[in-house]
């Protein structure tokens, strides 16, 4: 008889930044069925947190652009355990300062330049959703998803408008 060690189940992060202050339908349509989401910044009105509140708990920080209550309340920069993966999230990848693996943390997630990334260094995993709100010049309107199994976290994004 063999045994079969328990896996823990995948947790569903939606990632989402830059939406001042437009919650699109095709993000709502997107994010459902997530365990939690973090918005990275530039929210600018509570109804955005609001809306996606009614899909899942949610994380935020504030951006460059949160000048008015209650976004400008938010903090800079989160840090949150999820099963065995530490992450940080802040607005700006300026504000990240020194060397994040060095501090237990094993994802940064970010927004601010509107540009989706997903990169590794140095056993990092950096994700920019890019923005989820107004299109900025010719860059896409999308958003992510942090797929977190135990101590090891994947990214993707998708871009939700055309």
Do not use: W
Not at 41 to 67: E, M, S, Y
Not at 90 to 99: E, M, S
């Amino acid at each position: 008889m063999t045994s079969r060690a328990q896996s823990s189940p995948a947790t569903r992060i939606g990632l989402i930044s830059d939406t001042h202050n437009l919650v699109r339908p095709e993000v709502l349509q997107y994010l459902a069925g997530c365990d939690a989401i973090i918005h990275a910044g530039d929210i600018c009105n509570q109804a955005v947190l609001d809306a996606l509140a009614q899909i899942a708990p949610v994380t935020a920080v504030r951006g460059n652009n949160d000048i008015d209550e209650p976004a400008a309340s938010l903090p800079t920069h989160v840090k949150l355990t999820v099963q065995q993966v530490t992450i940080l999230v802040a607005h700006d990848i300026a504000d990240v300062g020194g060397d994040p693996r060095s501090e237990g943390i094993d994802v940064v997630v970010t927004g601010h330049s509107h540009k989706p990334a997903i990169s590794e260094r140095d056993g990092v995993l950096f994700v920019n959703p890019g923005s989820a709100g107004p299109r900025r010049f010719k860059l896409p309107i999308s958003a992510g998803l942090l797929i977190v199994e135990g101590a090891h976290a994947s990214a993707t994004f998708d871009s939700l408008v055309t």
